[in-house]
């Protein structure tokens, strides 16, 4: 199975900060989405990403968060000023595979104190 | 109404059971459905695409209904490692577009 990868697996930040989540979605592949999963919930998009631009938004996605791919191969979720309610598990995904399914990387879990 | 709904669950069955689960979803213009497990603070991994022709794979039969926007799952013969909450997963576009996931439903296999 295609494997993603995402860096750290946990980050704890004080509400406000800057926070930066990273993933190395599968090689050679050119879609990419962040989904987040608020603990005891449901896996909600936010993003899509295509030919390093975004080709879809949910609208949590707001103003504060944006992604990013700057060097190729890692591809970034930046959330500017961090909420409490941004407390989640921050899921990597990356599009591979005849059947055209996505497959997701391990999560980085965020903690907004 | 939800735009994915499954079972509430949680299902609890013994090990050798056959255990079912149900998933509808509201949008007609759905391309493609999945079913994805997810362990407790896990990612979802891909248990099994879905068609309208029905597919297998060893204890596992994935059925879609595109006229009733109905998809099941059925478990046979369940395993302790079974265990897990089970996600049906539908997309608007076929490939590159957005999932969406039901709540999930949560299935315990007991000795």
């Known amino acids: 199975e295609p494997e993603v990868t995402q860096t750290p697996s946990h980050q704890v930040t004080q509400m406000g900060q800057e926070v930066i989540l990273r993933c190395v979605p599968i090689?050679?592949?050119?879609?990419f989405y962040w989904y987040r999963q608020i603990l005891g919930q449901k896996v909600e998009f936010l993003v899509s990403?295509?030919?390093?631009?975004?080709?879809?938004k949910s609208e949590i996605f707001d103003d504060q968060f944006s992604v990013e791919r700057p060097d190729g191969s890692n591809f970034t979720l930046k959330i500017r000023s961090t909420k409490l309610e941004d407390s989640a598990m921050y899921f990597c995904?990356?599009?591979?595979?005849?059947?055209?399914?996505?497959?997701f990387g391990p999560g980085t879990r965020l903690l907004v104190l | 109404r939800k735009e994915v709904e499954q079972d509430p669950g949680p299902f609890n069955v013994p090990e050798g059971a056959t255990v079912a689960f149900n998933c509808t979803y509201s949008n007609s213009a759905s391309q493609s459905f999945f079913w994805y497990r997810q362990d407790c603070r896990k990612e979802p991994k891909l248990l099994m695409s879905?068609?309208?022709s029905g597919n297998e794979d060893g204890r596992f039969t994935a059925q879609l209904n595109r006229a009733s926007q109905y998809i099941s799952l059925l478990i046979r013969d369940s395993k302790l490692s079974d265990s897990a909450t089970y996600l049906c997963?539908?997309?608007?576009?076929?490939?590159?577009?957005?999932?969406?996931f039901g709540d999930g439903t949560t299935l315990t296999v007991k000795p």
């Open positions: 879905v068609y309208s």
């Open positions: 090689s050679n592949h050119l879609y």
């Open positions: 990403f295509y030919n390093n631009e975004i080709s879809e």
């Open positions: 995904a990356g599009l591979a595979g005849e059947q055209e399914t996505q497959y």
């Open positions: 997963v539908v997309n608007k576009v076929r490939g590159a577009g957005k999932s969406t």
